[in-house]
């Protein structure tokens, strides 16, 4: 059974800093492409950083030159340095994990989402 669980997220003032985690259970992680989305109150759900499985990163207009993410292949991790929180950060942060490309007709696809870790950006 596949899972994704976040951790890391709580309380911090602004200009603070978080780490998020990412843990996966399963063997597909090496291969996907891993996202941190996140969702504030009354938002939809909105991609925040992604990592492919050779390493390459994008990123939101919003977070640039504040939020890193990074993998770990050997521990089936993915995670997000969150530095300069500003309170527009406050939401639900969210793991994702999905096929990289290439995706053919013979590809199956999957689509997994871990539960969420709120992160709320207050003083």
């Known amino acids: 059974q596949v899972q994704l669980v976040e951790s890391g997220g709580g309380l911090v003032q602004p200009g603070g800093s978080l780490r998020l985690s990412c843990a996966a259970s399963?063997?597909?992680?090496?291969?996907?492409?891993m996202g941190w989305y996140r969702q504030a109150p009354g938002k939809q759900r909105e991609l925040v950083a992604g990592i492919t499985p050779g390493g390459s990163t994008n990123y939101a207009d919003s977070v640039k030159g504040r939020f890193t993410i990074s993998r770990d292949n050997a521990k089936n991790t993915v995670y997000l340095q969150m530095n300069s929180l500003k309170p527009e950060d406050t939401a639900v942060y969210y793991c994702n994990a999905r096929n990289a490309p290439p995706i053919t007709a013979a590809t199956t696809l999957y689509n997994y989402w871990g539960q969420g870790t709120q992160v709320t950006v207050s003083s």
């Open positions: 399963g063997n597909f992680f090496s291969i996907s492409t």
